[in-house]
């Protein structure tokens, strides 16, 4: 028998909801293929989240709604894919520093969703030109009461996202935000405008009834 004694020697890091983007691996150059914080947030409100809930982040890119999801959801499961290896990397590095557990895979969804299980939430941040099978997969898979959370950046893919939870007997509540932050010029402080984003919540018809 052996015996290991820990002893701490300082507090480790702690992140509040809406951890800065800066503090996350994201692909370079190229940045921006991240969920920004502010809409981070209103997408996690929108998910509905309990302790024990079980969520699926597909397109998780850089990882951060999955993991900002693993902190809420902390007692139950969450699961990630993503199609761009460089991408996934990047998430597993996040994963490690956030101190987060979650299953993240590679792949192209829906190809790999059969892997996971029936989730109680979905956040759709990228379909890769599946929306149609993707939603109707998910709207499918997902358990009684739960909710789809879809960022959309077009209005194309904003009015192909409502038909197809539409199609699929989902009512979908719309948020079209429009954020801007400041930055300092020559000693004054103008307003910098993020894309905006159609931030889509789906759920059951019957399930708003209850």
Known sequence: MNVVILKRKS???????GIEDEEFSQRKPDKGLITKK??????????????????WDVGTCTGSMAIEAAKLASEGQIFAIEKNEPDLENCYQNQRKFRTDITAI??????????????????????????????NICCNRLKEGGRIVLNAATIENLYRANEAFAEAGFHTA?????????????????FVPLNPVF????????????
């Open 199 to 210: 931030i889509i919540t789906a759920q059951r018809k019957e399930d708003m009834n209850e």
């Open 106 to 135: 590679h792949g192209k969804a829906p190809q790999g969703l059969e892997t996971f299980p029936d989730p109680d939430a979905i956040f759709i941040g990228g379909t890769g030109g599946e929306m149609g099978e993707l939603i």
């Open 174 to 190: 719309i948020m079209h935000a429009q954020i801007s932050r400041s930055k300092p010029i020559l000693g004054m402080n103008r």
């Open 11 to 17: 507090e480790g890091p702690s992140w509040s909801l």
């Open 38 to 55: 502010e809409i981070r947030v209103l997408s996690l409100h929108a998910l509905n989240l309990r302790k024990n809930s079980i969520v």
